[in-house]
C-alpha cells in the first residue's frame, strides 16, 4: 500500500527530499528557487591495515554550515528551519523532513548515501519534547529509510544516529539526526557479528530485572550497560530477537520512540539542562545472518556534572581502553528517578 503521507519531491541540486507528515494530505511541492550547482560529492574511502577498518575522506566538509547564531536571526541562518531563502526546506513548515546531505562523508564514487533526518520544524524543540504523532512519523521514516537504503546495492549497513549540543561538535542546534548508509560494515557491527548466536538475546536476560534498568515497556528495556564506557550512558533493547526496525511493526515501533523520548528526558532531567548526548540505533546489516544481529539503540553523554565534561584523552584515544568515574549502578539509580 503506498504511503499518501510521504513525498519525494527534488532540491535544485539534485538531491532528494522526502517529507514524512503525521497525516496524509498535504501539498508539499513548493519548489525549491535557489540556484544551486549539481551535487556532486566525492568522497574516499581508504583502508587502514594497521587497525583492519576503513577511513572515510570527506575534505569537502570543511565548508559545511557550522554554528549559526543562537540568537533572533537564528531561523534565517539555519538550513534546516522551513521557508526561507537559504532553507533545506522549501515549504513553509513540515513535520519529519529528510534530506541528502549537502555535505555527505559518503555517496558518489565511495558508494553509500547520507541523510539529514529533521524530526520537526520548531527550532527550539528536542526529540524528548515530540509529541505521540510525531514519534509515530518519526517511527515511520525510520522504517522507510532503513528498508530502502538496506536494498541499495552500494549499501551494507544502515546507521541512524543524533548528535546534540556543541560539546560533542554538533554544527547546528535544530533538532535532527542523520543517517549513514555504509558501504562497508562498520567495525563495532563487525565485532558483534562475530560472537556465536545473539550476544544481545543474552544481555537481555541479565539485564531485564536487575539494578540497572532505568525504563521499561512491555516490548523494549532500557538499562545502563554493566560495563558502561561513559558516565552516563543507556541502552533500549527489544525483550525479543528483532533485527532491525522494518521488523517491529508500527505498533512497537511507537513504543519504541516512546522509550527513547523517555529516556531522553531522564538525562535533560538529571542535570536540569538540555545536556549534550550522542545517541545511535544499530540494526543488523541486510545481508547479515538474521539470528546475530539484534536491534539496539545506545545513548551516551560526556555530561559527568553538573558542570564538568567526559572529555577522551589520549588513554582512551589511542589505546581504546576507556575509564568510567561513575559506577553504572549509580548511574542507573540516579537515571531511573531523574
Given at each position: 500500500m503506498a504511503d499518501t503521507a510521504r513525498?519525494?519531491?527534488?532540491?535544485?541540486?539534485?538531491?532528494?527530499?522526502?517529507?514524512?507528515?503525521?497525516?496524509?494530505?498535504?501539498?508539499?511541492?513548493?519548489?525549491?528557487?535557489r540556484d544551486l550547482p549539481p551535487s556532486d560529492p566525492r568522497p574516499e574511502i581508504r583502508f587502514d591495515p594497521v587497525s583492519?577498518?576503513?577511513?572515510?575522506?570527506?575534505?569537502?566538509?570543511?565548508?559545511?554550515?557550522?554554528?549559526?547564531t543562537a540568537d533572533a536571526a537564528a531561523r534565517a541562518a539555519c538550513p534546516l528551519c522551513p521557508g526561507h531563502a537559504d532553507s533545506e526546506v522549501p515549504e513553509d513548515g513540515y513535520h519529519v523532513a529528510i534530506f541528502e546531505n549537502r555535505f555527505p562523508s559518503l555517496g558518489g564514487p565511495a558508494g553509500g548515501r547520507c541523510e539529514v533526518v529533521c524530526f520537526t520544524d520548531d527550532h527550539d524543540a528536542t526529540f524528548a519534547d515530540l509529541p505521540p504523532e510525531r514519534l509515530a512519523t518519526v517511527a515511520r521514516a525510520f522504517a522507510d529509510r532503513t528498508r530502502e537504503l538496506g536494498a541499495r546495492a552500494d549499501v551494507e549497513?544502515?546507521?541512524?544516529?543524533?548528535?546534540?549540543?556543541?560539546?560533542?561538535?554538533?554544527?547546528?542546534?535544530?533538532?535532527?539526526?542523520?543517517?549513514?548508509?555504509?558501504?562497508?560494515?562498520?567495525?563495532?557491527?563487525?565485532?558483534?557479528l562475530e560472537h556465536d548466536g545473539c550476544v544481545f538475546c543474552e544481555v537481555v536476560k541479565r539485564e531485564a530485572d536487575g539494578e540497572r534498568v532505568i525504563a521499561e515497556t512491555a516490548n523494549f528495556v532500557a538499562f545502563v550497560p554493566e560495563a558502561a564506557r561513559w558516565?552516563?550512558?543507556?541502552?533500549?533493547?527489544?525483550?525479543?530477537?528483532?533485527?532491525?526496525?522494518?521488523?517491529?511493526g508500527e505498533d512497537r515501533s511507537v513504543e519504541l520512540m516512546g522509550l527513547y523520548a523517555d529516556v531522553l528526558g531522564r538525562f535533560?532531567?538529571?542535570?536540569?539542562?538540555?545536556?549534550?548526548y550522542m545517541a545511535g540505533w544499530h540494526q543488523g546489516p541486510p545481508a547479515a545472518p538474521?539470528?546475530?544481529?539484534?536491534?539496539?539503540?545506545?545513548?551516551?553523554?560526556p555530561q559527568r556534572t553538573a558542570d564538568k565534561l567526559k572529555f577522551l584523552a589520549s588513554v582512551?584515544?589511542?589505546?581504546?581502553?576507556?575509564?568510567?568515574?561513575?559506577?553504572?549502578?549509580?548511574?542507573?539509580?540516579?537515571?531511573?528517578t531523574a
Open positions: 513525498t519525494s519531491v527534488t532540491l535544485a541540486d539534485g538531491r532528494e527530499l522526502i517529507y514524512f507528515d503525521d497525516a496524509p494530505g498535504l501539498d508539499r511541492t513548493a519548489p525549491d528557487r583492519g577498518e576503513h577511513i572515510v575522506i570527506a575534505a569537502h566538509r570543511q565548508t559545511r554550515t557550522f554554528l549559526p549497513e544502515v546507521f541512524l544516529f543524533e548528535n546534540r549540543g556543541a560539546e560533542i561538535g554538533a554544527t547546528l542546534s535544530h533538532p535532527h539526526g542523520q543517517i549513514y548508509a555504509f558501504p562497508y560494515l562498520t567495525p563495532r557491527t563487525r565485532r558483534i558516565p552516563y550512558q543507556a541502552q533500549i533493547v527489544p525483550r525479543e530477537h528483532v533485527p532491525d526496525l522494518t521488523a517491529l535533560g532531567r538529571l542535570f536540569d539542562k538540555d545536556v549534550p538474521r539470528d546475530r544481529a539484534h536491534l539496539w539503540a545506545e545513548i551516551y553523554t582512551e584515544t589511542g589505546s581504546g581502553a576507556f575509564l568510567n568515574d561513575v559506577r553504572p549502578e549509580d548511574a542507573a539509580e540516579r537515571l531511573r
